[in-house]
T-cell receptor, first 115, second 107 residues
Framework: DTAVSQTPKYLVTQMGNDKSIKCEQNLGHDTMYWYKQDSKKFLKIMFSYNNKELIINETVPNRFSPKSPDKAHLNLHINSLELGDSAVYFC??????????????FGAGTRLSVL | RKEVEQDPGPFNVPEGATVAFNCTYSNSASQSFFWYRQDCRKEPKLLMSVYSSGNEDGRFTAQLNRASQYISLLIRDSKLSDSATYLCVVNDYKLSFGAGTTVTVRA
């Protein structure tokens, strides 16, 4: 059983389109995250939700809108896609939002290519 | 100054060799650290936590030097399967990742 699963694995789309990436975790964790890994392999946090509440929002353009319907799911919707959005997007989860319980488990990633 | 800085490498070593590399962090108040491993086109996975007194997990040894604000990872008796990018991570509630150190172990 995959602990953190995200779909789709690959996403190829045209500039200006709107797309969504879904993430689900079956670990019973309270906290979920979205990261972006660009072509230079630098992994940067975008958002974090704890029990469905937004707790981290790292100066991400408002074209990116996360949504957490319950604590096991955190989806990412992207409006008006731009070339610079091309990257690998990773979902992750941790037991809680605390120093002691912040080991994060990652999904396999979604490779987004904007043409 | 970046929050977490790593030597990108690559470190090319023969099987059986020892390889070590460091990572520096900018926040002197940081208390918690990890090493993650990322294989090519895969997700990051936790390799080990880093404890104040240093810790070992099999062939891997992690050290923390608070005075100089760096952590290190040493891999003994390298295996081909150790080839990966090693990500230094500072845990200040949110995780701050270094850009990674690439290690290639050759036969």
């Amino acid at each position: 059983d995959t602990a953190v699963s995200q779909t789709p694995k690959y996403l190829v789309t045209q500039m200006g389109n709107d797309k969504s990436i879904k993430c689900e975790q079956n670990l019973g964790h309270d906290t979920m995250y979205w990261y972006k890994q660009d072509s230079k392999k630098f992994l940067k946090i975008m958002f974090s939700y704890n029990n469905k509440e937004l707790i981290i929002n790292e100066t991400v353009p408002n074209r990116f809108s996360p949504k957490s319907p319950d604590k096991a799911h955190l989806n990412l919707h992207i409006n008006s896609l731009e070339l610079g959005d091309s990257a690998v997007y990773f979902c992750a989860s941790s037991q809680a939002y605390s120093l002691a319980k912040n080991i994060q488990y990652f999904g396999a990633g979604t490779r987004l290519s904007v043409l | 100054r970046k929050e977490v800085e790593q030597d990108p490498g690559p470190f090319n070593v023969p099987e059986g060799a020892t390889v070590a590399f460091n990572c520096t962090y900018s926040n002197s108040a940081s208390q918690s650290f990890f090493w993650y491993r990322q294989d090519c086109r895969k997700e990051p996975k936790l390799l080990m936590s880093v404890y104040s007194s240093g810790n070992e997990d099999g062939r891997f040894t992690a050290q923390l030097n608070r005075a100089s604000q760096y952590i290190s990872l040493l891999i003994r008796d390298s295996k081909l399967s150790d080839s990966a990018t090693y990500l230094c991570v500072v845990n200040d509630y949110k995780l701050s990742f270094g850009a990674g150190t690439t290690v290639t172990v050759r036969a």
